[in-house]
């Protein structure tokens, strides 16, 4: 079975790092175009970033732009998000997904999620 596991949630102070990972299995990693997303509660799940099957592009949401960076690894089936200067607002379960089509940024266009993990940041 395809699996999504997320790691590197936890509570961080406003304005310091972290960095999530996504370890995948189950799928042709480097034919899937990868995706983050994050759900605050009470609200949808929101499209964060997402970055090409081949490394070469990468698409970020407005609010996260020079702020959090995608990136994969294809040889290690885990794709990243590196979040700097965290925000209060920022607080959310992030979700990785897999999906066919690079750029999307609709949840229904993945095909594969993970079970996500926590980031809080305190103000």
């Known amino acids: 079975q395809v699996q999504l596991v997320e790691s590197g949630g936890g509570l961080v102070q406003a304005g310091g790092s972290r960095r999530l990972s996504c370890a995948a299995s189950g799928l042709p990693f480097s034919n899937y175009a990868m995706g983050w997303f994050r759900q605050a509660p009470g609200k949808g799940r929101e499209f964060v970033a997402a970055v090409r099957w081949n490394c070469d592009s990468t698409y970020n949401l407005d609010s996260v732009q020079g702020r959090f960076a995608i990136s994969r690894d294809n040889a290690k089936k885990t794709v990243f998000l590196q979040m700097n200067s965290l925000k209060p607002e920022d607080t959310a379960v992030y979700y990785c997904?897999?999906?066919?089509?690079?750029?999307?940024?609709?949840?229904?266009?993945?095909?594969?999620w993970g079970q996500g993990t926590q980031v809080t940041v305190s103000s």
């Open positions: 997904a897999a999906g066919t089509k690079y750029g999307a940024t609709m949840s229904y266009e993945y095909a594969y």
